[in-house]
């Protein structure tokens, strides 16, 4: 990512289908926990963690003109619902929840409307900043009342929606779930890609230089 941005590239599809192991080979470790039988299991891991990114075909140069929407909508960053023009960070935010999803086994925002997708946003990651709340475009405009609040739960379209956004958590809290308390450093990683400002959204280089990374070396 940090080359593709080198090259003034923004893939504006990044997800986990579009993210291929470099090689299938695979080893047998021993998962120590053992059938009711006394037997051993094992579980395979990739022999190699290179990775390769695929399907260029929505990609675009920074100083081209761009599409209003880009990206899968589970990966889709919240300046592209707003309306506010997007550049490379929108792939920072989808690496971000690329990695939450292998974190947890699951997409993170698991939903097909605009609204119901910024209150996710907001159950995991708290208000929306009200710079980007007026800077809105008139499609989004709906999705707030009085131009400063998230119009939730009063304009979600089914009782199942409101039961979708409640099931999630915070994200420090979806991380702890998931991932051992050595991992601290992955929840402040997740919050710099996370960042609704994208001018404030870790860079591809400074996710690079994160601690996280450093801790898993």
Known sequence: MHNMHDLRLIHTDLKPENILLESSESIKIPDFKRTTSGAMQYRCLPKSSAIKVIDFGSTAYDNQNHSSIVSTRHYRAPEVILGLGWSY????????????????????FQTHENLEHLAMMERVLGPLPEHMIRGANRGAEMYFRRGSRLNWPEGAVSRESIRAVKKLDSLQNLVAQNADSSRSSLTDLLRGLLKYNPSERLTAQEALKHPFFKDMA
């Open 89 to 108: 960070p929108c792939d920072l935010w989808s690496v971000g929840c690329i990695l939450i999803e292998l974190c947890t086994g699951e997409a993170l």
